[in-house]
T-cell receptor
């Protein structure tokens, strides 16, 4: 069935290091992908998105890479800070009327 | 600009009861989606409404229902609550592609 999965459930990094969170998707019809950050007690917060006609998109300290050949998505966070500690979800839009398919989530822990 | 508002934030119900959750989208957003979040299943799509019409529905039993009003506010209802319905229920509104989430309603069924 449809699924968006994450390779690593937990990731621990030192403050100042770069973080990479990976995601695999299975629906070839998806043409829009989003990364969300969810802090404890809060709803998911939009970080960055990318359309399938792009391979890379950069934001402030974050970069999303899309490899459609292997159906892989990654989120890179530069100079990771303690405030980046959260659960990160990738999501895909399979063009089914407002439905997003979410991955399991990766918990990022930043050590000071 | 106010974000997505969900009420109540916390709710405790007994098995067999029914519950109604409310979501006020960002002003101007006509699409409202609902998700259930549990530790075991993650974020799962419940349904989506646009201009008072349900456009899409996830794989949940008929006990889960929703509606949208003319001002785009949405409600979801769960009847005959089961212990397994305990979860964080999230609402998201969107104008285009980007979906903005509320803080959720934490439902505990005892």
């Amino acid at each position: 069935g449809e699924s968006v999965g994450l390779h690593l459930p937990t990731l621990s990094v030192q403050e100042g290091d770069n973080s990479i969170i990976n995601c695999a998707y299975s629906n070839s019809a998806s043409d829009y992908f989003i990364w969300y950050k969810q802090e404890s007690g809060k709803g998911p917060q939009f970080i960055i998105d990318i359309r399938s006609n792009m391979d890379k998109r950069q934001g402030q300290r974050v970069t999303v890479l899309l490899n459609k050949t292997v159906k892989h998505l990654s989120l890179q966070i530069a100079a990771t800070q303690p405030g980046d500690s959260a659960v990160y979800f990738c999501a895909e839009d399979p063009n089914q009327g407002g439905k997003l398919i979410f991955g399991q989530g990766t918990e990022l822990s930043v050590k000071p | 600009k106010a974000g997505v508002t969900q009420t109540p934030r916390y709710l405790i119900k007994t098995r067999g009861q029914q519950v109604t959750l409310s979501c006020s989208p960002i002003s101007g957003h006509r699409s409202v989606s609902w998700y259930q979040q549990t530790p075991g299943q993650g974020l799962q799509f419940l349904f989506e409404y646009f201009s008072e019409t349900q456009r899409n529905k996830g794989n949940f039993p008929g006990r889960f229902s929703g509606r949208q009003f003319s001002n785009s506010r949405s409600e979801m209802n769960v009847s005959t609550l089961e212990l397994g319905d305990s979860a964080l229920y999230l609402c998201a509104s969107s104008l285009g592609d980007e979906a903005f989430f509320g803080q959720g309603t934490r439902l505990t069924v005892v």
